[in-house]
């Protein structure tokens, strides 16, 4: 998965302008953000895919992987985790021995990538998930971007 837009890192301070009267349309989009992960979910149960749950790729640098968010995620991920953690290692920060301290709220990538699972499946998925996430932006006139995970959290953390 590659950044495809990384200009705008900070649409949480966008959703955030005092009096913002967005305020409600971005509690729609979590609304809608958490239906998308449900058909996500779905769509993965229903490839069968192969996972201990070992932990390995949510430490990036070892793993030599990379995860990528949007920014409806990264709203919805916000709104459900204050404040967001910094990232500073190679490892996600809401890994703790090897487990997701943050299993409801992670994001399409952590849902859709499998180490074991064919990579045509797993790319159409993430293109389907993309998409429907841009067209929420534009529903909703909310920035899109895509950008890697310590730059979300990096520049989510400045706006709490
Ligand atoms: S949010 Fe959870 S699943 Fe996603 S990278 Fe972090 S620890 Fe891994
Ligand atoms: S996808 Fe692979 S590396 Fe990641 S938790 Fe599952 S088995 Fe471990």
């Known amino acids: 998965m590659k950044s495809k837009n990384s200009k705008r890192c900070n649409p949480l301070c966008h959703s955030r302008e005092s009096g913002n009267p967005r305020l409600n349309v971005n509690s729609e989009i979590c609304s809608q953000v958490s239906e998308i992960y449900a058909w996500l979910d779905s769509q993965i149960k229903s490839m069968n895919v192969d ?23 990264l709203l919805y991920f916000c709104e459900n985790s204050k404040p967001p953690k910094k990232m500073s290692t190679g490892v996600c920060p809401y890994m703790e021995d090897y487990k997701c301290t943050a299993r409801d709220l992670r994001f399409s990538g952590c849902r859709i990538f499998f180490c074991k699972a064919d990579d045509e499946k797993i790319n159409k998925l993430s293109e389907q998930a993309i998409k429907k996430f841009k067209k929420l932006c534009d529903k909703y006139n909310f920035p899109y971007s895509y ?7 990096n520049c989510a953390e400045l706006s709490f």
């Not at 996972?51 to 995860?67: I, R």
């Not at 950008?147 to 959290?153: D, G, N, P, R, Y």
Request: aromatic share 10%; with cysteine; net charge negative.
């Open 51 to 73: 996972c201990s749950g070992c932990g390995k790729c949510c430490d990036f640098g070892s793993f030599g992987h990379k995860l990528f968010v949007t920014s409806p995620e």
């Open 147 to 153: 950008m890697e995970l310590s730059a979300a959290l």
